[in-house]
Protein backbone atom coordinates (compact mmCIF):
# COMPACT_ATOMS: atom_id res chain seq x y z
CA UNK A 1 0.00 0.00 0.00
CA UNK A 2 1.14 3.35 -1.04
CA UNK A 3 1.73 5.36 2.14
CA UNK A 4 3.04 8.95 1.31
CA UNK A 5 4.50 10.01 -2.25
CA UNK A 6 6.94 13.10 -2.22
CA UNK A 7 7.02 15.29 -5.12
CA UNK A 8 9.96 17.56 -6.20
CA UNK A 9 8.72 20.83 -7.92
CA UNK A 10 11.35 21.41 -10.17
CA UNK A 11 11.11 19.51 -13.52
CA UNK A 12 8.99 16.94 -11.61
CA UNK A 13 5.77 18.43 -11.07
CA UNK A 14 6.38 21.58 -13.22
CA UNK A 15 7.87 21.65 -16.57
CA UNK A 16 10.77 23.51 -17.31
CA UNK A 17 9.34 26.23 -19.20
CA UNK A 18 9.12 27.88 -15.48
CA UNK A 19 12.40 28.79 -15.24
CA UNK A 20 12.74 26.81 -11.43
CA UNK A 21 16.02 24.99 -12.84
CA UNK A 22 17.42 28.24 -14.08
CA UNK A 23 16.38 30.33 -11.37
CA UNK A 24 18.49 27.52 -8.90
CA UNK A 25 21.40 27.20 -11.11
CA UNK A 26 21.54 30.95 -10.81
CA UNK A 27 21.17 30.88 -6.94
CA UNK A 28 24.47 28.08 -6.58
CA UNK A 29 26.35 29.94 -9.21
CA UNK A 30 25.77 32.75 -6.50
CA UNK A 31 26.22 31.04 -3.56
CA UNK A 32 29.05 29.14 -4.66
CA UNK A 33 31.01 31.93 -6.08
CA UNK A 34 30.52 34.07 -2.70
CA UNK A 35 31.30 31.15 -0.47
CA UNK A 36 34.57 30.30 -2.45
CA UNK A 37 35.43 33.88 -2.82
CA UNK A 38 36.18 33.39 -6.55
CA UNK A 39 34.15 34.86 -9.47
CA UNK A 40 31.50 32.05 -11.13
CA UNK A 41 34.52 32.01 -14.15
CA UNK A 42 36.76 30.19 -11.73
CA UNK A 43 34.41 28.53 -9.71
CA UNK A 44 32.95 26.67 -12.55
CA UNK A 45 35.67 24.40 -14.11
CA UNK A 46 36.45 23.14 -10.58
CA UNK A 47 32.50 22.94 -9.71
CA UNK A 48 32.19 20.47 -13.19
CA UNK A 49 35.00 18.30 -11.55
CA UNK A 50 33.57 18.06 -8.20
CA UNK A 51 30.22 17.06 -9.35
CA UNK A 52 31.98 14.12 -11.54
CA UNK A 53 33.21 12.94 -8.05
CA UNK A 54 30.85 13.91 -5.82
CA UNK A 55 27.32 13.94 -7.87
CA UNK A 56 26.66 16.93 -5.58
CA UNK A 57 27.87 20.71 -4.96
CA UNK A 58 27.27 20.38 -1.09
CA UNK A 59 29.00 17.22 -1.14
CA UNK A 60 31.79 18.60 -2.90
CA UNK A 61 31.80 21.88 -0.78
CA UNK A 62 31.68 19.92 2.46
CA UNK A 63 33.95 17.38 1.45
CA UNK A 64 36.35 19.62 0.02
CA UNK A 65 36.45 23.10 1.46
CA UNK A 66 35.24 22.36 4.67
CA UNK A 67 31.36 24.24 4.58
CA UNK A 68 29.81 23.48 7.37
CA UNK A 69 26.62 26.27 6.73
CA UNK A 70 24.11 23.40 5.49
CA UNK A 71 20.96 25.48 6.51
CA UNK A 72 22.33 28.36 5.07
CA UNK A 73 23.18 26.98 2.03
CA UNK A 74 19.32 25.36 1.30
CA UNK A 75 17.87 28.59 2.62
CA UNK A 76 19.71 30.47 -0.22
CA UNK A 77 19.43 27.81 -2.55
CA UNK A 78 15.36 27.53 -1.70
CA UNK A 79 14.09 30.94 -1.17
CA UNK A 80 10.84 31.23 0.55
CA UNK A 81 9.53 32.53 -2.39
CA UNK A 82 10.99 29.77 -4.76
CA UNK A 83 7.08 29.23 -6.58
CA UNK A 84 6.46 32.49 -6.98
CA UNK A 85 7.38 32.26 -10.74
CA UNK A 86 4.83 29.04 -11.06
CA UNK A 87 1.79 29.92 -13.02
CA UNK A 88 -1.42 28.04 -12.14
CA UNK A 89 -2.10 24.79 -13.45
CA UNK A 90 -5.91 23.73 -12.61
CA UNK A 91 -5.05 20.10 -13.91
CA UNK A 92 -2.28 19.80 -11.85
CA UNK A 93 -4.31 21.34 -8.88
CA UNK A 94 -6.76 18.74 -9.07
CA UNK A 95 -4.78 16.25 -9.46
CA UNK A 96 -3.32 17.01 -6.03
CA UNK A 97 -6.47 17.22 -4.14
CA UNK A 98 -7.87 14.11 -5.21
CA UNK A 99 -5.11 11.49 -5.26
CA UNK A 100 -5.65 7.81 -5.07
CA UNK A 101 -3.38 8.24 -2.22
CA UNK A 102 -2.97 9.46 1.30
CA UNK A 103 -2.19 13.43 0.81
CA UNK A 104 1.30 14.57 -0.79
CA UNK A 105 3.98 15.94 1.56
CA UNK A 106 6.07 19.18 0.13
CA UNK A 107 9.01 20.09 1.83
CA UNK A 108 11.63 22.71 0.96
CA UNK A 109 14.53 20.45 1.90
CA UNK A 110 15.61 17.06 0.77
CA UNK A 111 15.93 14.21 3.95
CA UNK A 112 13.72 16.23 6.35
CA UNK A 113 11.08 14.23 8.12
CA UNK A 114 7.60 14.81 7.31
CA UNK A 115 6.91 15.11 11.13
CA UNK A 116 8.57 18.73 10.59
CA UNK A 117 6.50 19.87 8.68
CA UNK A 118 3.93 21.67 9.94
CA UNK A 119 3.20 24.93 8.63
CA UNK A 120 0.93 25.62 5.50
CA UNK A 121 0.86 28.22 3.05
CA UNK A 122 -0.79 29.02 -0.17
CA UNK A 123 1.04 29.50 -3.21
CA UNK A 124 0.02 30.57 -6.49
CA UNK A 125 -1.64 27.43 -7.56
CA UNK A 126 -3.62 27.55 -4.55
CA UNK A 127 -2.39 23.93 -3.24
CA UNK A 128 -1.77 24.07 0.45
CA UNK A 129 1.93 22.79 0.51
CA UNK A 130 4.06 22.39 3.93
CA UNK A 131 7.06 24.20 4.63
CA UNK A 132 9.35 23.84 7.45
CA UNK A 133 8.94 26.07 10.56
CA UNK A 134 10.98 27.13 12.32
Given at each position: ???????????????????????F??????????????????????????????????????????????????????????????L?????????Q?????????T?????????I????????????????S
Open positions: MIRHVLFDLDDTLYSVRFGLDDLLQRLREFTSSWLGLPWEECEPLWREALKRYGTSLEWLISEKGFAAIDDYYAYLHPENEADSLPDPELRRYISPPYPPPKFKFPGVPPAKNKTKKTSHETNMRFLS
